[in-house]
């Protein structure tokens, strides 16, 4: 059984550039959420997407956004970046469903500089 | 003020130790909670959920008090194996609010 994976593992990027981030849930799972995770600190939630919408999101700025596709995967869009952004990116899939939440189970993440 | 907050660490200590980590969070209408565990450069992994009459997994034992929104984490003979960074984390409505984390380095 397949975890969470994300592609690509690392990325360079100029500022002012766009750049997309994409992840596979586990199978089974239909909600993937989106985290940001700054050097020495703790992941930050940015949005998380159930049955192809935006569900939550979390103090990010319009520059980021994202998609769910008919297969539970998504992709993560950040447009315009600035050195900011540089962090490792975790996609988190679980089965939310109803509304219960289950265990998150986390990708491997993208690791974003830019330069 | 943090949403969750944790004991700065790092916190160095000998095999055989036990640790103690503690966190607080400041939404009483958090749902549920967990710590997860999270190796350099790695991603999260949930080490256990933790409820308010307390839970044990081998030499992990967790324990929430709800009343004083307070989480913590309780580390029984340390392992070189254990040495990672260790993560509060609140369950609000399926959005996983984390605190920054706390190093643990667990030294021969």
Request: net charge negative; proline share 5%.
């Given at each position: 059984d397949a975890g969470v994976t994300q592609s690509p593992t690392h990325l360079i990027k100029t500022r002012g550039q766009q750049v997309t981030l994409r992840c596979s849930p586990k199978s089974g799972h239909d909600t993937v959420s989106w985290y940001q995770q700054a050097l020495g600190q703790g992941p930050q939630f940015i949005f998380q997407y159930y049955e192809e919408e935006e569900r939550q999101r979390g103090n990010?700025?319009?520059r980021f956004s994202g998609h769910q596709f008919p297969n539970y995967s998504s992709e993560l869009n950040v447009n315009a970046?600035?050195?900011?952004?540089?962090a490792l990116y975790l996609c988190a899939s679980s089965l939310v469903g109803t509304g219960d939440f289950t265990e998150a189970f986390f990708g491997q993440g993208t690791r974003l500089t830019v330069v | 003020r943090k949403e969750v907050e944790q004991d700065p660490g790092p916190f160095n200590v000998p095999e055989g130790a036990t640790v103690a980590f503690n966190c607080t969070y400041?939404?009483?209408?958090?749902q549920s909670f967990f710590w997860y565990r999270q190796d350099c450069r790695k991603e999260p992994k949930l080490l256990m959920s933790v409820y308010s009459s307390g839970n044990e997994d081998g030499r992990f034992t967790a324990q929430l008090n709800r009343a004083s929104q307070y989480i913590s984490l309780l580390i029984r003979?340390?392992?070189?194996?254990?040495s990672a960074t260790y993560l509060c984390v609140v369950n609000q409505g399926g959005k996983l609010i984390f605190g920054q984390g706390t190093e643990l380095s667990v030294k021969p």
């Open positions: 990010f700025p319009d970046l600035l050195l900011g952004d540089s | 400041s939404n009483s209408a958090s003979d340390s392992k070189l194996s254990d």
